[in-house]
């Protein structure tokens, strides 16, 4: 056994073995009150290095001895490891403040693009027509004050002499045998000061119980947070301490080092990933989408280092659990888009009083715009197609999608236009419960329309929509357009037809008056009564609702001005034409005007023409 | 599938009994289609398969803790680890029952099912705390590695006081380690700079060690915990019976084995506010309902032992190291230098004791590790099946 080189203070080779004995047994604490009360690393550079020596010394002779002086130096190397334990610790205490945490965070700036937007809606989908609610969406305030800690970097938890003599005193332990005492240590101490840290980061201690009973808001906030602090744990925090270890035990054989990081590290390591592992296990719900693949992209991005940093044999269990959590980080996300998508079917409110666009539209499209953000994570995620058919095949009518024509397409593109194909399936559903099947139409018309604006507003939905299903869809909007136009305006029109009204004779006696005095009733009344109707129903695009407008114009007044032009002539020959001809062409214009405004209309018409 | 990890030293064909009887009956009777309208049609014979496993299950392991055999001696290590896998067998038997079934969909079934994920998620945290247990008891067993290392005669040198001083404060620093958590409040709260050198015994700071180790926070409870699995436990009415086709039987049924089995890991292993004021209220026309009783009744009165009282756990080799360790400290304390011949041997003797325990703590806690992490994963596992399967149906879950 050598002499440790850091030994300035004697010029000679060695001391003599009963200085030795003196200077230990000196500093036995239980011998004298100075002994208990001073710390010898701490007192004096010269004693600390006399101290050593004298360890060094007994040491040495010891392996030289025969066995009968041997109880005493055996006795005599116990107190000195003892005191040396003690010194140990002390040294490592007065070391161990938690790294604060500002230093902690660097400045690298955030993977995420800062206009990426974080939805947040509310808790559950609507259930009924009471509950409907406003579905919000905000930025998130993450992304600007976001500070990401990008890659591994060590820190210096101790300074440079404190280590050295850290160092000096683990050669002596462990050469004495004492190593289990020295891990022991290391570890306790180390480890309080990785707890004080964790405080510090905000890393909370939540049993799975605990984050299930938390509120969506709560624990999105914390997902958050937890995210900045793993990273922060893992690249820092542990790189350092394992680096830690490195240094102070790098003259020992290579298990000790890790030996003590894995004393130091691996509870709270386990604590940390107990969160993540919660979240992927917790309750699927659709609102939790985002945040869950927030995690899952951090924890691949850390995954790397986590490797990097418990790279050993003995850290098998936390690299084992680290991979695990991303494979049901995965499931999770996979089962969250099916629960979305179940939700979706599930979801029987009744239909908007007067056909606007349902909050379920809104909702389900701003979803899956927000999908379209992820896509890039999303694509990996999803990997099967969607059960179509053949899940639903006792139910009559179910949603039905032709995956034949869809060659090609990534399943997550197939989730996606299978997540329109449902929602307009409910859409239908919904719109049956309207009495007034003109209605009915409007309603499916608006929302269509929205569906189809929304994936035109984004590229990326777009595209993985295709073109070729926008085709359908748009084809639907007009289809329901037609169809409204025909539910509401072929029984008005028909008042304005030419048949019936001749009786056999000449040209001007062959129409019947009386004939046609209903019939200016009838179609006055009508469409009084459409006009009222149809005044409160919503279209809400500006540009449908005047082409919509422009379409029933095209047919409502070409029909009355000629029906004035040929008939009028008879009605104002005869008694009160005014009960008979209420409406001018232009007051028919103005009055189309009304329709799908939302307001209400006075009963009287004519008046705002004059 | 699971075999090979954690076989005990002992009975392998224990853990497959289960597995064959039911893997015969499904040779016989080709009951896994999706159901349509047959329901109840075939499936009495599967049920009653699951109940006898349960009970054969309960009675191996009863069996086991009367033998003769040291090893399997109730609430050893390796007879925890052979309940573990019994219990795993169990879980993968009831998730092939339950597979494709229509009924789970259905009231009363998808309220049963419901409610059985809700427990299971609860076992869950357990299973995270008995983790945290086993890892208390490594830090104790490395303690008692350096009682070893102070008294190991292999060089043949006397014993003297030096070692026996090393020896005595590991021992020491183990009882305060072992200490049940109210106890060791005191010295938790010495946590500052003159800690190491103010005792004359210069222990290290085990004690605050222990409750930082636990991961949860210092509210959660595994007495409380255990209630909440066990609550509303009930045998099915005979209604939910015959409306489920006889599934809510072993619904309860696993329900109950996920219970015992969560409140003997409690029981056996340390953790924060450890209670064992479980009852179970079985029925007596199920099988495996006297077994159960029967075990639960001998691990109480394991409890109830003067020796036992304190224990922070009542794993077998935790009362060993307990009482290894205390007749050392005792003979460390009462001899005197040089040792004589007789005190050597009696040294020497109990050292090897210790010696033993410390061998079959490191042998079994990793492998224990293990299974209790996959117990955490199948009970994951058969909720997120669970969850898949409701969440086609009607119900929001």
């Given at each position: 056994?050598?002499?440790?080189?850091r030994?300035?203070?004697s010029?000679?080779?060695s001391m003599?073995?009963?200085d030795?004995e003196?200077?230990?047994l000196?500093?036995n604490?239980?011998?004298s009150?100075d002994a208990?009360?001073k710390?010898?690393f701490?007192?004096?550079r010269q004693?600390a290095d006399?101290?050593?020596?004298a360890?060094?010394e007994?040491?040495?002779s010891?392996?030289?001895?025969s066995l009968?002086?041997?109880q005493s130096k055996a006795?005599?190397?116990?107190?000195a490891?003892a005191?040396?334990?003690?010194e140990f610790r002390?040294?490592l205490?007065?070391?161990?403040a938690?790294?604060?945490?500002?230093?902690?965070?660097?400045?690298?700036h955030?993977?995420?693009?800062?206009?990426s937007?974080?939805f947040?809606?509310?808790?559950?989908?609507?259930?009924?027509?009471?509950k409907l609610r406003?579905l919000?969406?905000?930025?998130?305030?993450d992304?600007?004050?976001?500070?990401?800690t990008?890659s591994?970097r060590?820190?210096d938890l101790i300074p440079?002499?404190a280590?050295s003599?850290?160092?000096?005193i683990?050669m002596?332990?462990i050469s004495?045998g004492?190593?289990?005492?020295c891990?022991q240590v290391?570890?306790?101490v180390?480890k309080?000061?990785v707890?004080?840290?964790?405080?510090?980061?905000?890393?909370?201690k939540?049993?799975i119980g605990?984050i299930?009973r938390?509120e969506w808001d709560?624990l999105?906030?914390?997902i958050?947070?937890?995210?900045?602090a793993?990273?922060?744990?893992?690249r820092?925090l542990?790189?350092?301490?394992k680096?830690?270890?490195?240094?102070?035990?790098?003259?020992?054989e290579?298990?000790?080092d890790d030996a003590?990081?894995?004393?130091?590290?691996?509870g709270?390591?386990?604590?940390?990933?107990?969160?993540?592992?919660?979240?992927?296990i917790?309750?699927?719900?659709p609102?939790?989408?985002?945040?869950?693949?927030?995690?899952?992209?951090?924890?691949v991005?850390?995954?790397?280092?986590?490797?990097?940093v418990?790279?050993s044999?003995?850290?098998?269990?936390?690299?084992v659990?680290?991979?695990?959590i991303?494979?049901?980080l995965?499931?999770?996300?996979?089962g969250?888009v099916?629960?979305f998508?179940?939700?979706?079917l599930?979801?029987?409110?009744g239909p908007?009083?007067v056909?606007?666009?349902?909050?379920l539209?809104?909702?389900?499209m701003n979803y899956?715009?927000?999908?379209?953000?992820?896509?890039?994570?999303l694509?990996?995620?999803i990997?099967s197609k969607?059960?179509?058919?053949?899940?639903?095949?006792?139910d009559?009518?179910?949603?039905?999608?032709?995956l034949?024509e869809?060659e090609?397409k990534?399943p997550?593109?197939?989730?996606?236009?299978?997540?329109i194909v449902?929602?307009?399936?409910?859409?239908?559903g919904?719109s049956?419960?309207?009495k007034?099947?003109s209605?009915a139409?409007?309603?499916?018309?608006?929302?269509v329309h929205y569906?189809v604006?929304?994936?035109?507003?984004?590229?990326e939905?777009?595209g993985m929509i295709?073109d070729?299903y926008?085709r359908?869809?748009t084809?639907?909007?007009?289809q329901?357009a037609?169809s409204?136009?025909?539910?509401t305006w072929?029984k008005?029109?028909?008042c304005l037809?030419?048949e019936?009204l001749?009786?056999s004779?000449?040209?001007?006696s062959?129409?019947?008056k009386?004939?046609l005095r209903?019939?200016?009733k009838?179609f006055?009344?009508?469409?009084?009564?459409?006009?009222r109707?149809?005044?409160?129903?919503?279209v809400?695009d500006?540009?449908?609702?005047?082409e919509l407008?422009?379409?029933i114009?095209e047919?409502?007044?070409?029909?009355?001005?000629?029906f004035?032009g040929r008939?009028?002539?008879?009605?104002?020959?005869?008694?009160?034409p005014?009960?008979y001809i209420?409406?001018?062409?232009?007051?028919?214009?103005t009055a189309?005007?009304?329709?799908?405004?939302?307001?209400p209309?006075?009963?009287?018409l004519r008046?705002?023409?004059? | 599938?699971?075999?090979?990890?954690?076989?005990?030293?002992?009975?392998?064909p224990?853990?497959?009994?289960?597995?064959?009887?039911?893997?015969l009956?499904?040779d016989?009777v080709?009951?896994h289609s999706?159901?349509?309208?047959?329901?109840?049609?075939?499936h009495?014979v599967?049920?009653?398969?699951f109940?006898?496993q349960v009970?054969?299950?309960f009675?191996?392991?009863?069996?086991a803790?009367?033998s003769?055999s040291?090893?399997?001696?109730l609430l050893s290590?390796s007879?925890i680890?052979?309940l573990l896998?019994?219990f795993l067998?169990?879980?993968?038997?009831?998730?092939?029952?339950l597979?494709?079934?229509?009924?789970l969909?259905?009231?009363?079934?998808?309220?049963?099912?419901?409610?059985?994920?809700?427990?299971?998620v609860k076992?869950?945290?357990?299973?995270?705390a008995i983790r945290?247990?086993?890892?208390?008891?490594r830090q104790?067993?490395?303690?008692?590695?350096i009682?070893?290392?102070?008294?190991?005669n292999k060089n043949?040198?006397?014993?003297?006081?030096?070692?026996?001083?090393?020896?005595k404060k590991a021992?020491?620093?183990l009882?305060i380690?072992?200490?049940?958590d109210?106890?060791?409040?005191?010295t938790?709260a010495?946590?500052?700079r003159s800690f190491?050198?103010?005792?004359?015994?210069h222990?290290?700071?085990?004690?605050?060690f222990r409750?930082?180790s636990?991961s949860?926070?210092?509210s959660w409870?595994a007495?409380?915990?255990?209630?909440?699995?066990?609550?509303?436990?009930?045998?099915p009415?005979?209604?939910?019976?015959v409306?489920?086709?006889?599934?809510?039987v072993?619904v309860?049924?696993?329900g109950?084995v996920l219970l015992?089995?969560?409140?003997?890991l409690v029981a056996a292993i340390?953790?924060?506010d450890?209670?064992?004021?479980?009852h179970?209220?079985i029925?007596?026309?199920f099988?495996?309902?006297a077994?159960?009783?029967t075990?639960h009744?001998?691990?109480?009165?394991?409890?109830k032992?003067?020796?036992r009282?304190n224990?922070?756990?009542?794993?077998?080799?935790?009362?060993?190291?307990?009482?290894?360790?205390?007749?050392l400290?005792e003979?460390a304390?009462?001899?005197?230098?040089?040792?004589?011949e007789?005190k050597?041997?009696?040294v020497r003797?109990?050292v090897?004791?210790?010696?033993?325990?410390?061998?079959t703590?490191?042998?079994?806690?990793?492998?224990l590790?293990?299974?209790?992490r996959?117990?955490?994963?199948?009970i994951?596992?058969g909720r997120?099946?669970?969850?898949d399967s409701l969440?086609r149906?009607?119900n929001p879950?």
């Open positions: 056994m050598e002499p440790p080189e030994n300035r203070t010029e000679n080779a003599r073995f009963e030795a003196k200077i230990i000196r500093w604490s239980t011998a009150e208990r009360e710390m010898i701490e007192t004096d004693e006399l101290y050593l020596q360890v060094d007994i040491q040495r010891l392996s030289n001895a009968s002086d041997d006795t005599t190397i116990q107190i490891m005191r040396l334990e003690d002390n040294i205490i007065m070391h161990t938690a790294v604060e945490t500002e230093s902690l965070t660097g400045s690298t955030s993977r995420r693009s800062s206009t937007s974080n947040e809606l509310e808790e559950e989908l609507i259930l009924n027509t009471e406003e919000q969406h905000c930025e998130s305030s992304s600007s004050s976001y500070r990401s990008s591994i060590e820190m440079p002499e280590i003599d850290l160092q000096a683990a002596r332990m004495a004492y190593l289990q005492e891990i290391y570890g306790s180390r309080s000061a707890d004080s840290s964790f405080r510090k980061l905000g890393i909370e939540l049993s605990d299930q938390l709560a999105e906030g914390k958050r947070r937890w995210i900045r793993a990273k922060v744990c893992v820092i542990f790189a350092s301490e680096k830690l270890c490195e240094q102070i035990f790098e003259v020992a290579t298990n000790i003590c990081f894995m004393e130091t590290v691996k709270p390591a386990i604590q940390l990933f107990n969160f993540a592992e919660a979240i992927s917790s309750r699927r719900s609102e939790k989408l985002f945040k869950i693949l927030d995690l899952h992209d951090a924890w991005d850390l995954l790397p280092d986590i490797e990097a418990f790279d044999k003995s850290s098998d269990s936390i690299r659990q680290a991979a695990e991303l494979s049901r995965a499931e999770a996300a996979r969250t099916s629960e998508e179940n939700a979706i599930r979801e029987s409110s908007v009083p056909g606007t666009i349902h909050p539209t809104r909702y389900v899956i715009s927000l999908i379209s953000d992820y896509k890039q994570t694509i990996e995620l990997m969607p059960s179509t058919g053949s899940r639903y095949s006792g009559p009518s179910t949603p039905d999608m032709d034949a869809l090609g990534t997550l593109a197939l989730h996606l236009i299978w997540i449902i929602l307009e399936f409910n859409l239908e919904k049956k419960r309207y007034d099947t209605l139409h409007l309603f499916i018309m608006n929302n569906i604006q929304k994936v035109k507003g984004s590229p939905l777009r295709g070729d926008l359908k869809l084809g639907k909007v007009r329901a037609t409204y136009q025909r539910a072929v008005v029109l028909y037809r030419d019936g001749h009786v004779g000449g040209f001007y062959g129409v019947s009386s004939a209903e019939r200016f009838s006055n009344a009508m469409f009084e009564e459409v006009h109707t149809e005044a409160v129903w919503i809400p500006a540009q449908l609702r005047e407008r422009i379409s114009s047919k409502l007044i070409p029909a009355y001005r000629s004035l008939f009028r002539g008879h009605i104002e020959s005869g008694k009160h005014e009960n209420k409406y001018s062409v232009e007051d028919l214009e189309v005007l009304d329709f799908f405004e939302g307001y209309v006075s009963q009287n008046r705002r023409s004059q | 599938m699971p075999a090979t990890d954690y076989q005990g030293t002992s009975s392998a224990f853990a497959n009994i289960g597995r064959s009887i039911m893997s009956r499904r016989q080709h009951v999706m159901e349509g309208s047959h329901d109840g049609a075939g009495e599967e049920l009653e398969a109940q006898k009970a054969d299950m009675q191996s392991l009863l069996a803790a009367a003769a040291a090893n399997d001696e290590l007879w680890r052979k896998d019994s067998s169990c879980q993968e038997e009831f998730r092939v029952l597979y494709n079934k229509s009924q969909l259905r009231p009363p079934m998808d309220r049963l099912i419901a409610d059985f994920n809700e427990r299971s076992a869950l945290d357990v299973c995270n945290d247990g086993i890892e208390q008891i104790w067993e490395k303690l008692l590695e009682v070893l290392c102070a008294l190991d043949q040198r006397a014993l003297g006081e030096g070692q026996f001083r090393r020896a021992l020491v620093d009882a380690g072992m200490l049940d109210k106890d060791s409040g005191q938790l010495n946590r500052n190491g050198r103010n005792k004359d015994h222990h290290r700071s085990v004690g605050h409750s930082l636990w949860v926070s210092r409870s007495a409380r915990q255990l209630q909440s699995i066990g609550s509303n436990l009930a045998a009415r005979t209604n939910d019976i409306a489920s086709n006889g599934f809510a072993p309860y049924t696993m109950s015992f089995v969560m409140w003997t340390p953790c924060q450890r209670g064992l004021q479980v179970f209220n029925p007596r026309h099988a495996w309902a077994p159960l009783n075990l009744e001998r691990i109480l009165e394991e409890s032992k003067r020796e009282k224990a922070c756990g009542l794993l077998k080799e935790i009362y060993q190291m307990e009482k290894c360790s205390r007749l400290s003979l304390d009462s001899v005197q230098f040089p040792l004589t007789e050597e041997v009696e003797q109990r090897k004791e210790l010696a033993q325990v410390c061998e703590i490191k042998e079994g806690l990793d492998p590790e293990r299974q209790v996959e117990v955490f994963h199948r994951v596992r997120t099946e669970g969850l969440g149906g009607h879950e």
